[in-house]
């Protein structure tokens, strides 16, 4: 390729980045004023987890505290609540490097089969809640009773996993709006 | 198998940093022999991880269903307010003055023009046949339990005594000054309650909360019974409150024309409190502003108040407090967009003004939802609303696709379909987070936009309707049939062609819109079955309710 090709083939694919950026600037904005209750481009810095993970990402409670941590570097004051301006450059990047990559149905499968010792293809209540109300990034009791209500088999009192994941999938795949 | 376990190393490689030191289980973890062995501690995370995930979907889903539930509804008031204009341009400029004669009780009156309830009693005659509540005035305690059971046991009452139940709210409501001041005895609380928009069942709830109703509400109701009525608003007749909560809203248009011409207050009685400081333009409703914290201050020091409690302003909890604990929002009316979109909720104020909040909701069924049930009917209906709402601006909207569509191709990118759809709607919507319920994309991921009117139509195909005609008498179906409603002077639920189309035409050119006279003319007289010069204008009406094909299916 002669310089001036080289040249335009460079403009355009700046043009398709800045594109890209912009598209992905707007779903940002939009994910983010779902959240503004007050049309004043600020959110409640405790639903920033909700609006990340919305955005097809899945961070963990520990990455999600740094992700505010750095958001909220940059306001003069904490407040409480977080600022459009200051939320879109960090956001961006996060989508643009892909963090916090979604976790694979088969993987979590396993994470399932690995609670189930007996390989018995269901988890009782009772191991359920000690395992995700005491180990890892514990549940809260709200989340725990929520998870229990929706995904345990009323009539045995367990968790049937392959049941619940196959649910789950059906639901993610026909609402999951950004690929990036 | 080797992308699995890379994606495992890349997983346990990512850390979690602050909650476990790297521990003999992590580091043996690393070098794993087959993908299964998943420390407990991991596999918790993943689980919690994924979980989470899943809530903030179902949360982003509900917070954008009540996104479009209120911008539809403010987008409705303003149509409203519209039509209340439209009322007096009728009256201003009708052709056929003997059929919206000033007498007629269903025109909209001045305020000193209507009725008295006795000639209401002269003109209008209520059979034998009628089995609904009769009442006599003034209203008694037996009148108000009768209203009561017939609304519970979904019975409808005669036109005529809806006619005087609005005329002696006019007149009890006359009598007080536009401000009331009340005042009850130092020790006992008082109960404020919130917006019902007729909610019949939420009225009751709180009734039976406060011991005004003895009978809890899922008895059956044997006959009419004595209720023993306490005044917990201190000195006011609780027969009036029914008489107000039940029936005012259907006196809106006359009430909002008197307000907004005599009173001004448009912007008091429609602004909403916010954090930021001043008074700003309310953007959402298109009247009114927001008022910021200083803003009450000033006006608390001003009139030296103590609290401000007002409703007016859906909130999910029923209730909630702003500006310091000054100012409190309350709203009484649960499941207010759907089953399950939120509580309602009233106060409860001793002499101590600390407030105590009591939250309640009606539902209609036995067990407790799932969250994900609940958010799914609340996102259905929604939805439903928004496509009808699509399927109303069918012409507009296609025109604006094809500005963006410039090979003609059928198909857009997202921006360019979001662009098109805000331009048309403007209703704020996070248009490419709803674009897969709302449209289909092809395999170059764009948008094939004439998918956002597959699964709509129009009950009835007519074939003799032009589909702008249709698409027109779609959009202001609700609008029509309360216009035609007010002409019908004998309640037949007849009007004779002549007055349909000079109505029609009125209303096209007020709204600046092309009459399409033959069209509509063509049409009318193939609605009009018996071809006696006169058509039911609510059948008629009926065939351009939008129907949703999924529906269609589930009903047959």
């Given at each position: 390729m002669t310089g001036g090709a080289q040249g335009c083939a460079k403009v355009e694919q700046q043009q398709s980045n800045n594109g890209i950026v912009a598209e992905i600037e707007k779903k940002i904005t939009e994910a983010f004023e779902v959240f503004d209750r007050e049309s004043n481009k600020t959110v409640d810095a405790r639903d920033i987890g909700y609006i990340v993970r919305s955005l097809g990402c899945f961070p963990s409670e520990a990455e999600l505290h740094e992700l505010l941590a750095k958001v909220e570097e940059?306001?003069?004051?904490?407040?409480?609540f977080i600022h459009l301006e200051k939320f879109l450059p960090v956001m961006t990047k996060v989508l643009l490097n892909r963090s916090y990559w979604p976790i694979p149905e088969d993987v979590l499968l396993h994470a399932f089969e690995a609670l189930d010792q007996n390989k018995c293809g269901y988890i009782t209540k009772e191991d359920l809640v000690k395992y995700l109300t005491e180990e890892g990034e514990p549940f809260t009791q709200e989340e725990m009773e929520d998870m229990l209500a929706a995904a345990l088999d009323p009539e045995t009192n367990t968790l049937r996993y392959r049941d619940y994941l196959s649910k789950l999938v059906v639901d993610e795949t026909k609402i999951l709006p950004f690929n990036v | 198998m080797l992308l699995l376990l890379l994606l495992l190393l890349l997983l346990l490689l990512r850390g979690v940093p602050g909650k476990h030191e790297p521990s003999q289980d992590d580091t043996a973890s690393l070098c794993p022999a087959s993908p299964a062995v998943l420390t407990v501690i991991r596999a918790a995370i993943l689980i919690q991880n994924w979980y989470r995930f899943t809530m903030a979907r179902i949360e982003m889903r509900r917070r954008y269903s009540l996104s479009i539930f209120r911008s539809i509804e403010y987008a409705d008031e303003q149509d409203q307010l519209q039509l209340s204009m439209f009322f007096t341009f009728m009256l201003d400029h009708c052709t056929n003055p003997d059929s919206v004669s000033p007498t007629s009780p269903s025109v909209p009156q001045g305020v000193d023009e209507c009725l008295s309830l006795t000639e209401f009693e002269e003109k209008i005659d209520v059979p034998d046949s009628y089995c609904g509540p009769r009442l006599s005035f003034p209203l008694t305690v037996g009148d108000a339990n009768a209203l009561i059971n017939a609304f519970r046991n979904k019975e409808q009452l005669h036109a005529r005594y809806v006619l005087q139940l609005l005329c002696e709210t006019r007149r009890v409501l006359k009598l007080m000054p536009n401000i009331s001041r009340l005042s009850t005895s130092y020790s006992k609380d008082i109960t404020i309650c919130g917006d019902l928009h007729g909610n019949l069942d939420d009225l009751l709830l709180i009734f039976y909360k406060l011991s005004v109703?003895?009978?809890?509400?899922?008895?059956?109701?044997?006959g009419v019974t004595r209720m023993r009525y306490q005044n917990p608003f201190g000195g006011k007749d609780i027969i009036d409150d029914i008489v107000k909560e039940s029936y005012m809203f259907k006196a809106r248009y006359g009430f909002t024309k008197e307000v907004s011409r005599k009173y001004k207050i448009v912007d008091i009685l429609w602004s909403d409190p916010r954090s930021q400081k001043g008074c700003t333009p309310n953007k959402c409703r298109g009247v009114g502003c927001y008022f910021g914290p200083d803003v009450t201050s000033r006006l608390f020091k001003r009139y030296k108040l103590k609290m401000l409690i007002r409703s007016h302003e859906f909130k999910r909890e029923g209730y909630e407090i702003s500006h310091g604990r000054k100012v409190i929002t309350i709203f009484?009316?649960?499941?207010?967009?759907?089953?399950?979109s939120n509580r309602g909720a009233y106060i409860k104020l001793g002499p101590d003004l600390k407030p105590r909040f009591v939250q309640f909701q009606v539902s209609k069924h036995k067990h407790r939802l799932s969250l994900q049930e609940r958010v799914g009917t609340i996102e259905s209906s929604a939805l439903k609303s928004l496509r009808e709402m699509i399927y109303a601006h069918r012409s507009e909207l296609i025109s604006a696709f094809e500005q963006y569509d410039l090979n003609g191709s059928g198909c857009i990118s997202v921006p360019d379909w979001a662009a098109a759809m805000e331009s048309v709607l403007q209703l704020e919507l996070p248009w490419r987070m709803l674009r897969s319920q709302l449209a289909q994309m092809n395999s170059d991921g764009e948008v094939d936009f004439m998918s956002c009117f597959y699964d709509l139509k129009v009950d009835?195909?007519?074939?003799?309707?032009e589909p702008a005609l249709v698409e027109t008498l779609c959009r202001y179906r609700k609008d029509l049939e309360i216009i035609f409603n007010i002409i019908d002077k004998d309640n037949s639920g007849l009007i004779s062609l002549e007055e349909f189309s000079q109505t029609w035409k009125l209303f096209t050119s007020y709204l600046g819109i092309a009459a399409q006279d033959e069209s509509l003319d063509k049409l009318v007289l193939s609605v009009d079955h018996n071809k006696d010069g006169h058509i039911d204008f609510s059948e008629f009406l009926e065939a351009f309710h939008v129907v949703h094909r999924l529906e269609k299916k589930a009903n047959l």
């Amino acid at each position: 390729m002669t310089g001036g090709a080289q040249g335009c083939a460079k403009v355009e694919q700046q043009q398709s980045n800045n594109g890209i950026v912009a598209e992905i600037e707007k779903k940002i904005t939009e994910a983010f004023e779902v959240f503004d209750r007050e049309s004043n481009k600020t959110v409640d810095a405790r639903d920033i987890g909700y609006i990340v993970r919305s955005l097809g990402c899945f961070p963990s409670e520990a990455e999600l505290h740094e992700l505010l941590a750095k958001v909220e570097e940059e306001e003069e004051e904490s407040t409480g609540f977080i600022h459009l301006e200051k939320f879109l450059p960090v956001m961006t990047k996060v989508l643009l490097n892909r963090s916090y990559w979604p976790i694979p149905e088969d993987v979590l499968l396993h994470a399932f089969e690995a609670l189930d010792q007996n390989k018995c293809g269901y988890i009782t209540k009772e191991d359920l809640v000690k395992y995700l109300t005491e180990e890892g990034e514990p549940f809260t009791q709200e989340e725990m009773e929520d998870m229990l209500a929706a995904a345990l088999d009323p009539e045995t009192n367990t968790l049937r996993y392959r049941d619940y994941l196959s649910k789950l999938v059906v639901d993610e795949t026909k609402i999951l709006p950004f690929n990036v | 198998m080797l992308l699995l376990l890379l994606l495992l190393l890349l997983l346990l490689l990512r850390g979690v940093p602050g909650k476990h030191e790297p521990s003999q289980d992590d580091t043996a973890s690393l070098c794993p022999a087959s993908p299964a062995v998943l420390t407990v501690i991991r596999a918790a995370i993943l689980i919690q991880n994924w979980y989470r995930f899943t809530m903030a979907r179902i949360e982003m889903r509900r917070r954008y269903s009540l996104s479009i539930f209120r911008s539809i509804e403010y987008a409705d008031e303003q149509d409203q307010l519209q039509l209340s204009m439209f009322f007096t341009f009728m009256l201003d400029h009708c052709t056929n003055p003997d059929s919206v004669s000033p007498t007629s009780p269903s025109v909209p009156q001045g305020v000193d023009e209507c009725l008295s309830l006795t000639e209401f009693e002269e003109k209008i005659d209520v059979p034998d046949s009628y089995c609904g509540p009769r009442l006599s005035f003034p209203l008694t305690v037996g009148d108000a339990n009768a209203l009561i059971n017939a609304f519970r046991n979904k019975e409808q009452l005669h036109a005529r005594y809806v006619l005087q139940l609005l005329c002696e709210t006019r007149r009890v409501l006359k009598l007080m000054p536009n401000i009331s001041r009340l005042s009850t005895s130092y020790s006992k609380d008082i109960t404020i309650c919130g917006d019902l928009h007729g909610n019949l069942d939420d009225l009751l709830l709180i009734f039976y909360k406060l011991s005004v109703v003895k009978m809890p509400l899922n008895q059956g109701y044997p006959g009419v019974t004595r209720m023993r009525y306490q005044n917990p608003f201190g000195g006011k007749d609780i027969i009036d409150d029914i008489v107000k909560e039940s029936y005012m809203f259907k006196a809106r248009y006359g009430f909002t024309k008197e307000v907004s011409r005599k009173y001004k207050i448009v912007d008091i009685l429609w602004s909403d409190p916010r954090s930021q400081k001043g008074c700003t333009p309310n953007k959402c409703r298109g009247v009114g502003c927001y008022f910021g914290p200083d803003v009450t201050s000033r006006l608390f020091k001003r009139y030296k108040l103590k609290m401000l409690i007002r409703s007016h302003e859906f909130k999910r909890e029923g209730y909630e407090i702003s500006h310091g604990r000054k100012v409190i929002t309350i709203f009484s009316a649960s499941n207010y967009y759907e089953e399950g979109s939120n509580r309602g909720a009233y106060i409860k104020l001793g002499p101590d003004l600390k407030p105590r909040f009591v939250q309640f909701q009606v539902s209609k069924h036995k067990h407790r939802l799932s969250l994900q049930e609940r958010v799914g009917t609340i996102e259905s209906s929604a939805l439903k609303s928004l496509r009808e709402m699509i399927y109303a601006h069918r012409s507009e909207l296609i025109s604006a696709f094809e500005q963006y569509d410039l090979n003609g191709s059928g198909c857009i990118s997202v921006p360019d379909w979001a662009a098109a759809m805000e331009s048309v709607l403007q209703l704020e919507l996070p248009w490419r987070m709803l674009r897969s319920q709302l449209a289909q994309m092809n395999s170059d991921g764009e948008v094939d936009f004439m998918s956002c009117f597959y699964d709509l139509k129009v009950d009835q195909p007519i074939k003799e309707a032009e589909p702008a005609l249709v698409e027109t008498l779609c959009r202001y179906r609700k609008d029509l049939e309360i216009i035609f409603n007010i002409i019908d002077k004998d309640n037949s639920g007849l009007i004779s062609l002549e007055e349909f189309s000079q109505t029609w035409k009125l209303f096209t050119s007020y709204l600046g819109i092309a009459a399409q006279d033959e069209s509509l003319d063509k049409l009318v007289l193939s609605v009009d079955h018996n071809k006696d010069g006169h058509i039911d204008f609510s059948e008629f009406l009926e065939a351009f309710h939008v129907v949703h094909r999924l529906e269609k299916k589930a009903n047959l």
